[in-house]
């Protein structure tokens, strides 16, 4: 299983970052083998809108099963549950940490989203 996670680093123990859509990357990590990589999602950070949106389709085209985050907008949100990727929220000092809460069973699954647009 794929776990995204928004950061402003391309370490494990980067900053977790607290913008979906506008997080400058995204630490993808294979939960199965323990590998990961950052990928770039600079071209989302000054999008005037749907860098939401953008995000997520980003994320649904690398495959990824759940995203953990700390806000996600209604147009994020929405395009995250029509790839079908589960989305936990939480707030973490590093991705590593935002993991190690995901594995703990500490995280709430979003119903719903907990932002408006560009907040």
Not at 8 to 18: A, D, I, T, V
Not at 21 to 49: C, H, M, P
Not at 56 to 63: H, S, T, V
Request: hydrophobic fraction near 40%; proline fraction near 3%; avoid cysteine.
């Amino acid at each position: 299983m794929k776990i995204a996670i928004p950061s402003s680093g391309q370490e494990l123990s980067s900053p977790f970052e607290l913008r979906f859509g506008r997080a400058k990357w995204f630490i993808v990590i294979d939960d199965d083998s323990g590998r990961w990589k950052a990928y770039s999602n600079e071209t989302n950070l000054q999008a005037a809108q749907g860098a939401g949106i953008q995000s997520a389709q980003r994320l649904a085209d690398l495959n990824v099963h759940a995203v953990i985050a700390a806000n996600v907008g209604p147009k994020a949100f929405k395009t995250l549950k029509a790839a079908d990727i589960e989305i936990y929220l939480g707030k973490a000092q590093t991705v590593e940490e935002a993991l190690r809460l995901y594995h703990e069973g500490r995280l709430e699954e979003a119903k719903d989203a907990n932002v408006e647009s560009h907040w």
